[in-house]
């Protein structure tokens, strides 16, 4: 498919990254102004969801509401599962027993959000179907290139693709990832670090049913979260695993033969589940945190991976990607209706001003979790196992972990409280 023509008069917006965010931008505004906004979304990969089968993700209650308001939630069901409790747990690998310290959704109501489970883990594959099917409906277009090069031009940019061809837009998103080419020819800094990890995914089959329950286990080398999926398999149940490992370790564990493989995840998982199968995976993913010095320059904004990255330990990074869509659709909607530059600077920093606190406070947070509890000295361990317990009195700080805080003050965009753009 080729990029979408404006018609005379209507205004443009290209997408470089056909990434999860990107694809609910281009529907949110696509849905918003029809004809008056022509949106193309350019991938090297087109539009094509296999790139994320084996993937699930743990969906908060505001990317659900969003995906509720895009009209898509009920296409999902059968690939969404209710996190309905959550079990947090520190301990060495050896050690007999492993001590609960923190627990959401179990015993009250308050953990939920709006009477709604907090979370869903949802699989990635069946989500970017479903969301490039509804911005094909919506009319947004699909070009299957990389871009090489942004150029602004007085009002307008323009994207230099792979294939030689150039398009033209009021404002490119650069949705490219945490390695976001775009990003640095723009000369836009980047503050962060490589970890010392890798994080392991896999679909793990078993024979007992989770009961829609998420694990956390924190494990010296990293955390080690089950985390529940819709029944089905060859055992009737399963669970995707996030396996945070030492990258130096890594290898070895994964370098054995499957039932091997599999041996090691069962020293880990230590639930009651019942025989246990490998579905999917395991596949490896590097691990590193990251913050963009500015989310915009001339014509072009960040979005998802290519402005923050973050650690897995509390499944918050398409969600913070997912918060960047809404609300830079937000703040372009509010330009388009005024008949304003929809790629202006005004819309530019006003969605910094939404986007960039949060995404700081996330990367640190979750960098400070990560060195807490990815270690094994005493000191530490007592400190630790001491905060859980009171986090776990403290409403207002478990409303932090699951991804809801911002919400609760009010500050989320408004597609992710539910409401229209
Ligand atoms: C182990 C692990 C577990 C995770 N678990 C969770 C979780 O439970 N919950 C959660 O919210 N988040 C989670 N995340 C984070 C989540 O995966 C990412 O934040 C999210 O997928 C980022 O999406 P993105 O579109 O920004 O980037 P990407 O998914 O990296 O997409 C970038 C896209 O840009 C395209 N591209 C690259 N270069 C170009 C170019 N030059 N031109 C055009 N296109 C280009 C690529 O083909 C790709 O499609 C996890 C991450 C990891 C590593």
């Keep these: 498919m080729t990029a979408e023509t404006p018609r005379p008069g209507s205004r443009a917006l290209l997408i470089a990254g056909g990434g999860l965010p990107s694809l609910a931008l281009a529907l949110a505004l696509k849905q918003a102004h029809g004809p008056a906004l022509a949106v193309t979304v350019v991938d090297p990969s087109g539009a094509d969801s296999a790139r994320h089968r084996g993937r699930a993700y743990a969906l908060a209650a505001g990317g659900r509401r969003m995906l509720d308001r895009l009209g898509i939630w009920d296409r999902l069901t059968d690939a969404a599962e209710p996190i309905t409790a959550m079990v947090i747990s520190d301990s060495r690998l050896a050690d007999p027993v492993r001590p609960v310290f923190l627990t959401f959704g179990q015993e009250a109501d308050d953990d939920r959000i709006d009477g709604a489970p907090f979370a869903h883990m949802i699989e990635a594959e069946a989500l970017a179907a479903v969301l490039a099917a509804a911005c094909r409906d919506a009319g947004v277009a699909f070009v299957t290139a990389g871009v090489v090069r942004a150029t602004p031009e007085g009002p307008a940019i323009q994207a230099q693709l792979t294939t030689g061809e150039r398009l033209r837009g009021d404002l490119l998103v650069a949705a490219d990832g945490a390695r976001s080419r775009l ?167 006003d969605y910094e001003r939404a986007r960039r606190f949060d995404s700081f406070a996330m990367a640190a947070t979750t960098d400070g979790l990560n060195r807490l509890f990815s270690n094994d000295a005493l000191p530490l361990r007592l400190a630790r196992d001491l905060g859980l317990g009171i986090v776990d009195r403290l409403p207002g700080l478990k409303r932090f972990f699951i991804g809801e805080a911002a919400a609760a003050r009010g500050t989320r965009p408004r597609l992710m409280r539910g409401e229209a753009l």
């Design 183 to 349: 990003r640095e020819a723009a000369r836009i800094g980047w503050v962060g670090w490589s970890y010392p990890q890798v994080g392991i995914v896999a679909t793990i089959g078993h024979a007992r049913p989770h009961e829609g329950r998420a694990f956390e286990h924190f494990l010296p080398s990293g955390p080690f979260a089950i985390l529940p999926l819709r029944d089905g398999g060859a055992l009737g149940h399963r669970s995707s695993i996030v396996w945070t490992e030492r990258a130096d370790a890594a290898e070895a564990l994964l370098s054995g033969a499957p039932d091997e493989v599999l041996g090691e995840i069962e020293r880990r998982f230590t639930l009651d589940l019942g025989v246990l199968a490998l579905e999917h995976g395991p596949s490896r993913h590097p691990l590193a945190v990251g913050l963009a010095r500015r989310f915009h320059a001339d014509r072009l904004a960040l979005l998802g991976d290519a402005a923050h990255l973050i650690h897995p330990i509390a499944g918050q990074g398409l969600n913070l990607g997912l918060a960047d869509a809404a609300a830079l659709a937000e703040a372009m909607t509010g330009a388009l209706r005024l008949g304003l530059d929809p790629g202006g600077p005004e819309v530019l920093r």
